[in-house]
């Protein structure tokens, strides 16, 4: 696999499609971090770690929809930086997701972090993904 990161966002792309309530997604501190944000704003139910599965461990997410009409929180997961071409920003130029219904997951020197968050620690980074 060269591109973990878009493997993470894959899998819970087609656990969407398929209507799954959880989805396993082999663990790494970038992926941690991406899932704590979505848990933070929203876009799924819960996850758990679980490190005693394999070497680097588990994370089970529990994705969330709508009750009643089960239309899914996530409607889009795009990718943005790959290894072929990695797309880095400054403070000053970080996108902007939807007019600021979605968000841009951003890798800066703090950490894994979002748009909203760069913008007012006046960082930039490499955009990893959009999600709305």
Known sequence: MTDPISDYLTRLRNAIKAHHNVVDIPASNVKKE??????????????????EVNFQGNIKIAL????????????SLERISRP??????????????????????????????????????NVGGEVLCYVY
């Open 84 to 121: 072929g071409l990695r797309k880095y920003c400054n403070s000053n130029e970080i996108p902007r997701v939807l007019n600021g219904l979605g968000i841009a997951i951003i890798s800066t020197s703090h950490g894994v972090i979002t748009d909203k968050e760069a913008r007012d620690l």
């Open 34 to 51: 991406m899932t704590r944000i979505l848990k933070e704003k929203g876009y799924i139910l819960n996850y758990k770690f679980e490190d």
């Open 64 to 75: 969330k929809y709508h009750p009643e009409t089960g239309i899914p929180a996530i409607k």
